[in-house]
T-cell receptor
């Protein structure tokens, strides 16, 4: 079974803080993704990585950056957290070829005060 | 600009009856469609998918129908059970694209 884990389930940060969200997958997947989920908006793609050290912007990259130094780990960085970044953050992974299905972690509920 | 739309934010159905969830898309390059189920405080889990070469795919109580000419797909759950109460997301992808485009989700409540 694919397992995607995220470093925190709940996180509370202050405006202006630098925030790191970590994601690890154990299935040797090439592709990894960061989404945020907000009510009425569904899942919106922030960044994705199709291989180690490779990254591409998704639909809403502003205010975020990412890092992928190892195949199994994909980090999302909020350079200076703002209240409009309060959201559920979901990490996902998939194999680079074959089925399109992405496998999701449990999510991190981030609150910025 | 949302390319995948789920126009019903919520659906309430009695246990044992059919749940029908609808999804529309605008991008004609999409050729693979998926449904995910999400419980509160958990990540989405893959439910069922369909390729554009098919018009129906069935897996137990779940059936997905695809109407390419109308750019419409639907998920049927028969019979609905209390454990089906969750948010359901429709997603789509173009051939050889890494990314999935998601709809806004439909919250299903199954009443006893």
């Amino acid at each position: 079974d694919v397992k995607v884990t995220q470093s925190s389930r709940y996180l509370v940060k202050r405006t202006g803080e630098k925030v790191f969200l970590e994601c690890v997958q154990d299935m040797d997947h090439e592709n990894m993704f960061w989404y945020r989920q907000d009510p009425g908006l569904g899942l919106r793609l922030i960044y994705f990585s199709y291989d180690v050290k490779m990254k591409e912007k998704g639909d809403i990259p502003e205010g975020y950056s990412v890092s992928r130094e190892k195949k199994e780990r994909f980090s999302l960085i909020l350079e200076s957290a703002s209240t409009n970044q309060t959201s559920m953050y979901l990490c996902a992974s998939r194999t680079g070829t074959g089925p399109y299905e992405q496998y999701f972690g449990p999510g991190t509920r981030l609150t910025v005060t | 600009d949302q390319q995948v739309k789920q126009n019903s934010p919520s659906l309430s159905v009695q246990e044992g009856r059919i749940s029908i969830l609808n999804c529309d898309y605008t991008n004609s390059m999409f050729d693979y469609f998926l449904w995910y189920k999400k419980y509160p405080a958990e990540g989405p889990t893959f439910l069922i998918s369909i390729s554009s070469i098919k018009d129906k795919n069935e897996d137990g109580r779940f059936t997905v129908f695809l109407n390419k000419s109308a750019k419409h797909l639907s998920l049927h759950i028969v019979p609905s059970q209390p454990g089906d109460s969750a948010v359901y997301f429709c997603a789509a992808s173009a051939w050889n694209d890494y990314k999935l485009s998601f709809g806004a989700g439909t919250t299903v409540t199954v009443r006893a």
